[in-house]
């Protein structure tokens, strides 16, 4: 490790036959690493030869580094003298210029947090934070789902108080409102995930920890108050050992509560915008032959080709996982509750109230609109619950997300059932805003119109919110009208025992 | 009072230590007053040293000064000559080239006397009287959904006649629609809601006085004609005895019939173009750490944060109001007939109707859209009266506010049940456009749309429109269809009694 | 007569004491006529003095000075050498280089025909063509309520022969596509009515004569082919002498085979776009003090103020018409046929079924829009027929209008009832882009589009059209669904017997 | 043959008496031809005694002039010195720098293909791919109808492989995605409907060949693999001996499975687009008199007025075909299994289903929208089919076209009842913006996309997709609810056997 290279020496070193990387001033042979990058070789080789740390950092927590190369690939230091220096692009000098954001205390509501983060982060932040599947549409009609359910405000009914505390899972918390597991936050600010959390803190709001999390869930907790709640969320990894070390190292922490099994993107969604950011740039991809759907018939996601952050953060996902196999499988591994992200159907709904005590709670999600496009947002299967087995209210806690912008969506959400109501890309956006004060912001806003909105109705607490408080009309008469086979499940699963 | 102060002098009394304004040419000591200004401590702070008399006047009826302070505050006279010129900055030049309005009768409509109204007033006015509450979509929607009520029109009618007038609470009125009680009409034009009371005579028009109005009571019914009829909107203030005061003053004036107390507002909505409106000029809030959840809990908006005129009336106002403890109270301090101003459920129209006969009627409204946002508009509630509980039309005068533009309007609120029909907003654009020529406007506009449109029915007299004369059946398609639970609230009620 | 006055000895009489005007080079004096003109004295004011023939030669039919003016009204004749010359102004000059119309042939449907027409014509000929009352959703309604039914497309259907020949009220046709009495064709083209005649000569197509028409009847007739079929639209008058010696004049005529008793619009409409119009030009009207409600009370549209076109020819109508008084007056001056034109409710239909022989069809219109706004289009009309009181159709023919812009909306009216569907604003459209030509386009292109659409659905003939070739369903949702009353009205019926 | 002529004296045969025109390099006198052409003569006769190669190739497929010139019409050649020199216009020299399209990568979805493609065509390619019927409803609704439907996804599903093979009547295909029959394809590019076969072979797609198409059929299928299917579609023309002989050449090519008869199409639709290209350039057609209704009686397409390539490529098209006629006509002359296309309603798709075994399937097609707007969508229809005679799918296999234009599309058209999903433009999109890389990029998008679907809803085959996927309950409220009368169809059909 004392050996000092010249940047000539290491740029010469560019190819898939050898390819070194500069990170944090440390030359790495990365050769051996190329094949099993699960980002795919040529995002590396495109850096390769070079300093790559800036392109690194943000989208990797620590220790990712140690874990996957041995420890000889560690060839020196670079002599950080004969590194190019960075020109001064005009853009660049352009981009300096850029005015910092406005106080948050200005912002008056998500839309213009959402505003002003995007002028504040990189392309590639944004295309990762805003896109959504083909055309957006689940992505719209989240948001829009909640405009066309109606308010019932009652008169007469002392308003002075009003309490959004709430208990989930047994853990007293803030408020109903929770951070969903979004990943990648460093990439908007370097607070990162850990900034979330010391925002959530301020308003003794829930966490969930994203798989993909751009720190180590050690880094995220380092600071959690002794009441502080945060859930950890897994994408089960194809090379299964890889998910057993990471559940040991969950296992350990004691802020963390429970494990959030995203289930709503076993395969990637196709998010254009994010995509089409990782299209930017000379030169452009040779116009090769393209690939027939017989070479893609394996199933995996082809990341060689480059693709978006998102198809990046994918690799090594198992899309294998099934009722009978994982849950069991989880079992052994972890004591923490379950709780089971992705539902869209009141058959799963259904069928998780079945796997209880182990599955402790749903969450309704779409995955705001990123996986499945035309997906029903998290408020039709809701109301599907509602209107096909009512029963899993009882059995399991319901969380929704997808869509929430205002404190009047909160407030909906509950009135309809839900038991906490997650918000994803708020959060992100509010961190790219204004970093720690951001989501804080983000927060109070919805913190504020969330008891408004219980006061503006005549209820002071969130368990008294119920259907009579809203007019869902033009929903249910949007949701499935089929039949259900509930019977058939339920015969199924007892046959299974 | 002798004592003539420099300007300067005044000027070094300009902090929350030593705080003196100039009002009207006279100067006060307000330091004592600070931190009971109902519209907070900052916005007098950032007037303090100054003559304030610009911003004060419009949205302070007189005789306010006098009762918040004491005598010993009026400290003197200020020396006019010693005032600041005011500087013709190049904006206030153009300004004062600005146009007036057109002549009032070339404006064909209500939405061409708002434009020319926009044109006509400041930002502050603007933004006070258009905002709505967050997205405006109950403002929007309150406009909307008379637009998609058919009217139903017989032929063969003689329509040589037509007849607006009507009665209300035993009242005779020359036509159904009356001037709902909208603040600060004096931010508008100074003829201010005497104004308003001047058009309304010339149309036997009813009149509600705001609670909130930049007048005194006294001022505006001072010119009333013997048959005029006014109402009193009543705000109940936390600190009871300034209440019980304005009560019996109101009682004192004959041309006052009733009190109309507002329950859709116990707590202010988030209008935001107000808010925004109130954050402009240099300099910007400082960036400090923002309030948690746990340091607004008490549920007392927080105006000392400035916010916008609409925050800044709201302090004071009692948020605990209880059909059981309120209307009694009101018993005691008044003998005129009460008004529940802000219904927006049948439930709550039913349990009025029990209240009789101290409550005579009911004003189905959402407040313009200002209060809860994705609140019903009066026509969801009054076809919901007319589904659970239609009882309700024998026992209370039902009357509507909320998005209306146009005489068609009027008649299909008028054929589904309403007695009366109130605008808002179109009297305060009609005043801010022209004055008092510029609400006569507005009303002969609705009068001769309203007429119209009853002879294009085949319909005379007001009392002979009907629901066979609409198609609301796309409405109904949208409304409320849960539960009603009526049977409960009359048992609760009965129980109580 | 023989007397020659100088343009300047007129330009003195111009006041309401003495007024002359100019007409054709004779001169008049209209002083005794001022207060007797259906379109108010204030236009002729404005006048007075000058040469107006160019005002009023567009919009007045030949005769109806004579009938006006007693005889000695006419004083001479002008030198025309005094007379002052035109000055042409920049913009008259820009007129003069506006491009004519592209060859009709060009033109592919009936929005480009309008598109073309509205750069041809003046801008207040415009306004009264376009313009419809209020914020015009009726008149949108009327079109987009067909593109809101689809069609049933039969297949292996042999479509080699498609034959648009029906008949009305006994008569042969060659197409069910008829002119709506549309007023004011000479504003819009000097051809006229008598070129729409010409017009629908060429295709065997059905005209009906405004009352309001700025040719005579005679003229329109004048050269109608043997089998030329028309009808006559009647307003009746106030002073029912004038409607008695019209009716007179039309018993006259043999091309005039029935009498069209237009009953949707006994009051004028309010048409903004049609008023503005009115309003162009200096003077502003002065800003006066402005009419209250009592002063408008005695239900007489008040032209004094000016107002459009539409509103100018409305002066005089009778709008005390009823089913028992006015059939029977009718009866006694004409022994054709009765159409009643602008029923918008099954009752009415059903009512009108029962006044049979004398009335033998009603047309379904809401005026284009220009009456009521929100009155429902022909096609909600007609579905309640077919729900309420479907015999009707066994009784009479039921013609619609309104809206029709398409050869698919023919073919949508037929296949729901309609034996006749009418063109109002299309035919005028169609005479200002390219006089006959452009009539003849407009039906040219409606007759083409009409067999293509009976062809690809499979129908060869207009009579085999019929419910099972539309899905209706979207607007049979929205038409009115409440009780229809229909007994009481037949048992009224019969008493009054 | 030997002769060689002067340019010059070609360009004097340029009348209807005598007219030359130079293809390929040849003289040919087309005199006798132009009142056969089925393009009619005008449009012959504004290129005689020109070299009209450039507009005659693109739209005629190789052997089309042998097959309609008697020998002795080819003359001679030219002399090739002698024809005027193409000037360079400045904008062809624009045409000239237009870039190429991106590498076919680089495009995402289908619509950024239409995009690129439309820049990269010509006006008239443009212009006939892009236009629809009268205002393109149709088309328009066929996407949206999609985008109103609503996945069911479920979850813990393994979804580690997904497989899109499936069979048609019988044969293996890698995809259920087919090409429509799109004529013309070599007006967006030299490959041709050969280009698109070759990107079919790829996917193992099948490809449906027009009767339109602008190369042979035995050009098209030359280079088909073994496995590779095809189908031919017809147009019967009223020549029944040309059809009798296209019949023939198919019948000798293996790769031709089976024959596609057109039925939604029986007359041309209105494709204003099309008709507007074909207008361009100068001189503008006369300003003549218009044809009336009656001469336009015969029901033949009038395309002696130019019209558009759509107008030009129906001519001799036969529309008097029917089930009783025209089947057995076609079982006389092929062997070849049926598929009837363009069936829009459930009453047809019963017929059909009694016509087996000789029609085996049936295409769900509003033509693309082409033919009559205001059509249903195929979705419509199949969910007709659903509702009113599901045992239509147990006889028949039902494919679906237009609007599909992501894979999610394709997944629901399965989900509900299609066995394989065609589409039209995007493959001619696909084609003009890359030729057959862009057909090829076409194809692989919405495989990739369809099968992403598949996974999210958690669906390994093809067979496995059922209405429990899907949630099309908006559209459900809007398909055709009257009666059915199947039970008349069934027994008129018994009663012609």
Known sequence: MGKVFDAAEVAQHNTSESCWVILYGKVYDVTDFLS??????????????????????????????EENLRPEALLGTVDENTLPK???????????QKEGPPPMEW??????????????????AWAYYYSAADDKQSKRFNTEVYRSILLRPRVFVDCT???????????????????????MARLGNPAGEAGIA?????????????????MTPEQIVADAAPDQIFGWQIYVQSDRAKSVAMLARINKLPAIKFVVLTLDAPVPG????????????????PRGSLKTTDELKDGTPDVSKGGGVGLQLFAGTDPSLTWHETLPWLAQHTNLPIILKGLQTHEDAYLASLHGPQVKGIILSNHGGRALDT?????HTLLEIRKYCPQVFDKLEVWVDGGVRRGTDVVKALALGARAVGIGRPALWGLAAGGVEGVKRTLQILSDETKTCMRLLGVERVDQLGPQYVNARVV?????????????LRKAFKAKL
């Open 198 to 214: 010391e925002a959530c803190r301020s308003f003794g709001a829930m966490q969930l920890i994203s798989n993909s999390a751009s």
């Open 86 to 96: 960075v020109e001064e692009t005009p853009a660049a000098a352009e981009e300096e």
């Open 375 to 379: 997906a029903p947002p998290a408020i």
């Open 161 to 183: 108080k009003c309490d959004l505390t709430t208990t989930l899972l047994g853990h007293q918390l803030g408020m109903p409102i929770y951070v969903s597991p979004a990943a």
């Open 107 to 124: 912002l008056l509501n998500l839309d213009e947090i959402e505003e002003v983060a995007t002028k504040q982060v990189s392309r590639k």
């Open 476 to 488: 249910e008469q949007q949701i499935y009208d089929g039949p259900s086979g509930l019977e058939d």
């Open 36 to 65: 099993s990058h699960p980002g795919g070789a040529k995002i590396i080789l495109k850096l390769s030869g070079k300093d790559a740390t800036e392109e690194y950092d943000p989208i990797h927590p620590p220790g990712v580094l």
């Open 270 to 285: 196709k998010r254009e915008d994010d995509e089409r950011a990782g299209q930017v740039g000379p030169p452009p991809p």
